[in-house]
């Protein structure tokens, strides 16, 4: 790759449409992972049948963490490439003029709260498809004879296997309805995955999945019902004195362990910051200092058009240095890691040039 980037920038000098183009070509050669998405996959064959963890633009993450990649999610949607840690900056740049023009509908070469909101809605959209059609493939693979509807049985071996466990003894003891042994941990996640499956079985509840349900198991965003039962989990984790509300001590209460130096520190006072900015400005909408089921539901419902216009406005906010409610193309530049992840020194100089 190091040796056809070289010559590609030999040949740059001479032929700049012919190198837009072997780079077009690039991009669509990559796979459509962001690094840190992948670091999170982990297992693949797990991975394929376990809801995941994290959910592509999605205020929060399961475990009820700040979604630290949300506005990349949805200012880049599925197509993050050109933003890797060892991407030329050049060609980050030229990409991010890119994207920038098409955010830019009406083309006075600003950004406008209206025109980042509909983009936001737009990405939010592309990550739902790539959902249904991730949960379409791993549907196939929990589903082998085809019938379309996968039993809770019959996904619970899924899982066991995936865990090392053999199919056949799995298979023949719950058949003969002998006791699995199964680790403590695997037992929790049983749990939790059954209760997950109950709520995704739309009445009659037979315990078997269609390929909706199944979707909706996978990915609760985009099912109200789901949504629901995420944000409630979420309130049960974080509610200490049991009124299934959010006080702001709650919600910014830092998760078990013990600081060792002052840089943990740095990250427990930037944690802390961070949620309690999210908790004050836009979680607790009618700001009376309590965070209600109903709320939290609001602010983590991906198609919520409310909160992506509020969105649009905190992401013009953080890099609007001029102040004029918009972002011009010098602004998303200079603020480019907060929009893509990754850091495009020298932007200056080449906003003229590549604009
Ligand atoms: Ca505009
Ligand atoms: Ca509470
Ligand atoms: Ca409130
Ligand atoms: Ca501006």
Request: glycine share 4%.
């Amino acid at each position: 790759m190091a040796s056809r980037r070289a010559s590609l920038r030999g040949l740059a000098s001479h032929c700049l449409w012919l190198l837009g183009v072997i780079l077009l070509m690039d991009v669509s050669a990559r796979p459509a992972n962001h690094s840190s998405a992948r670091e999170r996959a982990g297992n693949r064959e797990e991975r394929e049948i376990l809801p995941p963890d994290h959910l592509n633009g999605v205020k929060l993450e399961m475990d009820g963490h700040l979604n630290k990649d949300f506005h990349q999610e949805v200012f880049l949607g599925k197509d993050t490439d050109g933003f890797e840690e060892d991407a030329e900056p050049r060609r980050s740049r030229r990409k991010l003029m890119v994207i920038f023009s098409k955010v830019d509908v009406n083309t006075d070469r600003r950004i406008s709260a209206k025109e980042m909101q509909h983009w936001i809605m737009e990405k939010t959209a592309e990550h739902f498809r790539e959902a249904i059609e991730e949960s379409r493939v791993h549907f196939h693979a929990v589903d082998p004879d085809g019938d379309g509807r996968v039993s809770w049985d019959e996904y619970k071996v899924k899982f066991l296997v995936s865990k090392g466990h053999n199919e056949k003894e799995v298979e023949e003891k719950m058949k003969n309805g002998e006791e699995l042994k199964v680790d403590e941990e695997t037992q929790e996640v049983l749990e939790n995955l059954k209760d997950r499956w109950y709520q995704a079985d739309n009445p009659p509840s037979d315990l078997l999945l269609t390929e909706d349900e199944f979707l909706s198991f996978l990915h609760p965003e985009h099912s109200r019902g789901m949504l629901k039962f995420m944000v409630k989990e979420i309130v049960r984790d974080l509610d200490q004195d049991g009124d299934k509300q959010l006080s702001l001590p709650e919600f910014i209460s830092l998760p078990a362990g013990t600081v060792e130096n002052q840089q943990g520190q740095d990250i427990d006072d930037s944690w802390v910051r961070d949620r309690k900015k999210e908790f004050e400005e836009l979680i607790d909408a009618n700001h009376d200092g309590i965070v209600t089921m109903a709320e939290l539901e609001d602010y983590m419902d991906p198609m919520n058009e409310y909160n992506a216009l509020n969105e649009a406005k905190q992401m013009i906010a953080i890099a609007d240095e001029n102040q004029n409610h918009h972002l011009e193309p010098e602004e998303v530049l200079k603020y480019s890691e907060f929009f893509t992840g990754s850091k495009l020194m020298d932007y200056a100089r080449n906003v003229h040039e590549e604009f």
